[in-house]
């Protein structure tokens, strides 16, 4: 490339396929494509995944027993050997000069294919010893290959690719040789790198790859981390400001009778976290712009009557409200929940000859029958339905309202962007519904920033009083799990109920449902035979599903075998005990959700977590639960475990921007990136002034994505 050519930019390298260069052939490319490296572009943004500094590890000689430390060492010999149960044992003896440590594995077969002798490895964990030998039980294990340098990058590299670490840095060193010469062209407003003293994105990029010194690769890493955050929110305040502009919204009264009414007739006095929660929305809802408010809560925090004063705000004003949930299942709970929360709640209505009229609420889902659900269709047109629950058939094109005001979204975690989208544009055509999501999930306020776009956030961090704590145990061996069936018998004795949750098996509701049905055998020919079992699942038609819920609910039944639809929304409070079987096939916020269904009467509630997990981190999973009934402090070890995945969710998983941006550890850089991006944004709204960072935005967020970022 001449020298005359103007600095690289992030475009520049987005259009160099990978195979120019050097090294990179076909095979290499085939790789390469696998890990999703096509471009110099992805594969200078293919950052490691961790730094090891070498000049801190410990020869194996001077390991004494309890020391934790890093340890460099070859591969001098592998086995594996069957346990007791299903368990194995793999060990793997490295060794530097004449000295050797033993790794073991428990049940991960796979170490002994990984590990083969002769590989170089760096692996950290605590040693041990066991007859005389130096050990390291369930060791960080980094494939490291022959390295110099003394500051070792360590890239995310996928075992079936191919790819080493070594060919990742040999092609990385070979795309920054070839880039010196013009360098990388720098975005950021000279005034902002100098207000937080950032390194320049040349320096970043070499810093972050290739350092001399761990103190290097944190400036890069901060320099780049910055980027990633300020694209993002660049982005999402732009849209913001541009909705602000341009929707105009209903402005909405929370003084009135109905909502007053709706108040008074609770059976208990809201608690400090609702009531704020409440003024919050109120708030939005009076101002003529759009609401798009989060309404954060842990399980049984009492979310639905704020989004039910929600709804009646928009019902007193003459408007519609309309509550969406993510199955027919939960929709239905919903429906049966508000409706016995409202009762005979009359709204005001000086045109009718008694000043009252009752509040009509309906269930609109695709198992309401073809003639009743013509005539609900027939009045949310005219206006005579006021708040509608169901699923997105809500927002089908066939559903029209007179005047959707407020909409009520309980995201838990399966809602998508697209349709909250189009339920957005289900309001007056003159006038945006505001909207409120739910969600139990609970998040960090900054990135909820970024997750949930430009929504605000309330929070309900306080517990309704007189919830009683739930024991958690966890189940591993057969006679552990016999130990569970006789305490659910214990407990039906003693006049309570219970959950059991099925395995979850894979991607398909049918085998959930095979494996629930199996369940319900098993159990009630064998160690449940004596008990009332009824089964719930997605598939059984919604009225045999409401009968054995209110069977269930009124005790006709001891113990309720279900699928996950029992998940959310169900309240019985004489059910004080919760079985779930294979439970480290679940998440853990999932598991949060499910224990949520007990412990929610004045009794003392016992949940069972069953399982004899394959893995380190299912055993982490069931080991948090065990340990906290806070959804916080667990959605904390689950960030811990999963990283992003928690809070970026399934739906956005490799479709963004934040490569080496941690919403948890970088979460102080989120609050300053949306700070500069405000100042930037405000005053140049469309980026006309900064093109560089306009096209960074362009390249790397995309419209998709930033749909997806916005959400609502
Ligand atoms: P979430 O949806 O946040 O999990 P819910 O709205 O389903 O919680 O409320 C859980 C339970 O707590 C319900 O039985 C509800 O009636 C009750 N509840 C809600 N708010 C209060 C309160 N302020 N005091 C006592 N009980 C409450
Ligand atoms: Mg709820």
């Given at each position: 490339m001449p020298a005359g050519d103007p600095p690289l930019t992030l475009r520049d390298l987005a259009e160099?396929?990978?195979?120019?260069?050097?090294?990179?052939g076909e095979k290499k490319e085939k790789s390469l494509a696998a890990a999703e490296i096509r471009t110099v572009l992805d594969l200078v943004q293919h950052y490691p995944r961790r730094h090891l500094d070498r000049t801190r590890e410990a020869k194996i000689a001077d390991l004494r027993k309890g020391d934790e430390a890093t340890v460099f060492g070859e591969v001098r010999s592998s086995g594996t050997r069957q346990l007791r149960g299903r368990r194995t044992l793999t060990e793997v003896v490295i060794g530097d000069g004449g000295h050797q440590l033993t790794l073991t594995f428990f049940n991960q077969r796979w170490r002994e294919k990984q590990l083969q002798p002769g590989m170089t490895l760096m692996v950290h964990g605590k040693c041990d010893f066991f007859r005389g030998n130096r050990q390291m039980t369930g060791p960080v294990v980094d494939?490291?290959?022959n390295q110099t340098g003394r500051i070792i990058p360590v890239y995310p590299q996928?075992?079936?690719?191919?790819?080493l670490t070594r060919d990742l840095q040999t092609f990385i060193e070979e795309a920054l040789a070839r880039s010196s010469v013009r360098g990388f062209a720098d975005p950021l407003p000279d005034a902002v790198l100098d207000r937080f003293d950032f390194v320049t994105r040349n320096a970043a990029i070499k810093g972050i790859h290739n350092p001399e010194t761990m103190a290097e690769k944190d400036e890069a890493r901060r320099r780049l981390v910055f980027d990633e955050l300020l694209r993002v929110q660049l982005e999402l305040v732009r849209r913001k400001r541009r909705i602000e502009r341009e929707t105009a919204g209903l402005s909405h009264s929370l003084a009135g009778e109905l909502v007053d009414r709706f108040h008074e007739r609770l059976p208990f006095p809201l608690t400090g976290a609702q009531q704020r929660a409440i003024g919050e929305i109120g708030a939005d809802l009076a101002l003529e712009r759009p609401m798009h408010r989060l309404l954060q809560g842990d399980v049984?925090?009492?979310?639905t009557v704020v989004a039910v004063t929600a709804l009646l705000a928009a019902v007193q004003g003459g408007h519609q409200g309309a509550l969406m949930a993510p199955t027919e299942v939960l929709a239905e709970q919903h429906h049966l929940g508000v409706t016995s929360m409202l009762g005979d709640l009359m709204v005001p209505d000086p045109s009718t000859l008694m000043g009252d009229r009752p509040l009509r609420v309906e269930l609109l889902t695709n198992r309401v029958g073809a003639g009743d659900r013509r005539k609900i269709l027939a009045d949310l047109v005219t206006g005579k339905v006021d708040i509608v629950i169901g699923?997105?058939?809500?927002?089908?094109?066939k559903v029209e309202y007179a005047s959707l005001g407020v909409v009520v979204i309980?995201?838990?975690?399966?809602?998508?962007v697209e349709q909250r989208a189009a339920l957005r544009d289900k309001g007056d055509v003159r006038a945006a519904p505001d909207v409120l999501v739910m969600t139990a999930t609970p998040i960090p306020r900054t990135a909820a920033m970024t997750v949930y776009g430009d929504l605000d956030v309330s929070v309900l961090d306080e517990l309704p009083p007189g919830r009683t704590p739930i024991d958690t145990t966890w189940a591993r061996t057969e006679d552990e799990t016999a130990g569970v069936w006789s305490a659910v018998r214990d407990e039906v004795a003693g006049g309570r109920q219970a959950y059991v949750v099925c395995p979850?098996?894979?991607?398909s509701d049918a085998l959930d449902v095979r494996s629930a049905t199996e369940t319900h055998e098993e159990l009630s020919g064998?160690?449940?035979?004596d008990l009332r079992l009824a089964l719930l699942h997605g598939q059984m038609p919604s009225a045999e599903k409401a009968d054995v819920m209110e069977r269930f609910r009124s005790g006709d039944i001891d113990v309720l075998i279900a699928t996950?639809?029992?998940?959310?929304?169900?309240?019985?409070?004489?059910?004080?005990v919760m079985v779930v079987l294979d439970?480290?096939?679940?998440?853990i916020a999932q598991l949060h959700q499910l224990r949520g269904?007990?412990?929610?009467?004045q009794a003392e509630s016992r949940c069972f977590l069953v399982g004899d997990p394959s893995t380190g981190d299912g055993e982490a999973r069931i080991e948090a639960l065990e340990a906290s009934t806070d959804g916080f402090a667990l959605a904390e070890v689950d960030l811990d475990l999963r990283g992003e995945g928690t809070i970026m969710g399934e739906r956005q998983k490799g479709r963004?921007?934040?490569?080496?941006?941690?919403?948890?550890?970088d979460r102080e850089w989120v609050g300053v990136a949306r700070e500069v991006a405000m100042e930037i944004i405000d005053a140049d709204p469309e980026l006309e002034a900064h093109p560089e960072l306009a096209d960074e935005i362009a390249l790397l967020l995309g419209d998709d994505e930033a749909e997806f970022l916005m959400k609502s």
């Open positions: 160099m396929p990978v195979n120019r260069l050097r090294g990179v494939l490291v290959g996928s075992e079936k690719s191919g790819l049984g925090s009492g979310k699923t997105h058939a809500l927002i089908q094109d309980d995201e838990q975690h399966r809602f998508g979850l098996i894979g991607e064998g160690e449940l035979h996950t639809v029992i998940e959310v929304g169900v309240d019985v409070p004489n059910a004080t439970a480290d096939r679940f998440g269904r007990v412990g929610r009467g963004n921007d934040l490569r080496l941006a941690s919403l948890v550890t």
